[in-house]
């Protein structure tokens, strides 16, 4: 087992020392990024093909974004333009299930969510929710598609019935460890407490799929609220905005000025060679806003055209969030193994839909275990069974985008109590609060637990959990 | 209709002509501005007293943020002769894309 852990460490390294390479922007400063990309892409065609970059490959008309937003934050800094550079890119989603199955031994998730990771995730949680005895749990959960793709450069998400495949490890870091010393995770077999395979049947938050979609085609014209724009009155003024920049542009005294810029910047692009191509884009469009001559009403309008830029970014984040909230179904084999008993089976359903407009994300989990192998005279088969909900509720941003989750969730479970080998039910109640980690893919959960009794104690009980989880899909923007 | 430098955004057309415009897209929303105001019409007629050049502006939000496949393409018949334009998403991680046609009235 241990040299099943080396490579999954060394793929987590490998992936976040890919991950760590981006470098932290704006939104608004990421897109012209993208943008200035986008030309030079076009300018390495045209070397490819051995023709000469002319100023017609630079015309605004083509890219009036990038010229735009290249003279705004070239600018000495306007309102709009320095609130847009404190921003973070940072997303938050709720329906990725990262820690490990609500019935580890440090579980802190009463309710297990269906989506699975596109690459890698990680997680340490300490507690236990319906046993006696308390554990250190550390799980991965990976996407084997997702993870060989995720060592290719430059390539795109995968897709096909693959990449829906999941597969997961917990490892219990208090076997083999005395009671008086603290877990130590060792990635030995006997620490290996379950290993599991989860597909995903259907998930209609996929952008690939019509549902997706035909929500963002509604969603498009409508405001979110009563107080906002729709995504398409804001483009329709960002569009605005273009079209009076290359009216403006082309007007005589702006016209010659830019052509001129255009001339020398075309030339020293085709002088610069591959490794400069960046370097020299950026020199030329730093020179851009001292050649032609704005006026004071037009750069005022640069530093409006970043903010309203910024509302764009949100309100598509918020359309495609909102489109995002369609169900999301999971099958999952768990294999666990007991210390000193005979190995489980557990069959799991998963199901997670939106309600209240997107306020709220719930999910229902159904499952069922059995005892694999030979068992005891006397002893069922049939261990227990399981049915669980959960509702979170984002409950907004913290500081810098970063979303703090509300979540309560209620379960019931029917399990033979030892030694009587009795059926009982076992109810739980459970309230967390989700803590989203700066720039990291961490999320902090912090939950109470109500049980009814326990495993092996006819009592209530009532734990606090603390876990740490790590998403490497948020690091890559996926 | 001309084409201008081989730059399909670079168009001219005689006074009273009459421009057909066609938009397709995939994961993508495409907003048209015809010199500034939102237009949603097939067909558009050049008219130098109201404008010279016309300004079509073409703004387009991508909808797919996972793998970068939204499009759009925008294109001005007029005369027999066609005009193109074709916006690809660059990255999963652009937004946007935004162009404008301009169009000398002869």
Known sequence: MKTLFRPLCLVLGVSLALASSARAQSPVQAQLEIKKESLLAAVRDQKTKKAQVQAVDLDLRAAPELYLLSIAFAQPRGIAVARELAKVVETARVDKQLGSGSSASGSTSVTEKGAVPEILAFAVENGALTKSQSGTTISFKGNPVGIVNSLIANSLPPTGPLSRLAFGLEFDASRGSDESQAPVFEGDPQQLSAFSVKYEILNHRDPDSRQFQERADRLYAEAKSGTTTSTRAINQTLTLYESDFARTMLEPAHRAAFDKWADAAATALDAAPEEQLMKVLDEQLALLPAQVPFTTEELARFDKYVEIYGRLLDSRDALLDLAGQGAVMSLEYVNSRPVDQPTESTFKWLYEWSALDGRMDVTANGLMTVLNGTIPDGTERFKSWAIAAQADFPLGSIRQGRTLIFSLSGRAEGTVIAPTNDRETIWLGQAKLTFPVKDAGMKLPLSLTVASRTDLIDETVVRGNIGLTFNLDSLLGM | ?106
């Not at chain 2, 938009?23 to 558009?44: H, M, W």
């Not at chain 2, 079509?56 to 066609?82: C, H, P, Q, W, Y």
Request: charged share 25%.
């Open chain 2, 1 to 106: 209709m001309k084409i201008h430098n081989d730059n399909s955004l670079d168009l001219s057309g005689k006074d009273g002509e009459v421009i057909t415009v066609t938009v397709a897209r995939s994961k993508a929303q495409v907003d048209l501005l015809l010199n500034g105001e939102p237009f949603e019409d097939e067909t558009f007629k050049l008219d130098k007293s109201k404008s010279d050049p016309f300004f079509l502006a073409v703004g387009g939000v991508f909808t797919d943020r996972k793998k970068g496949e939204g499009a759009f393409s925008v294109s001005l018949s007029g005369n027999g002769i066609t005009a193109t334009r074709t916006a690809t998403q660059f990255t999963p991680k652009e937004a946007r894309r935004s162009f404008v046609f301009t169009i000398d009235i002869a």
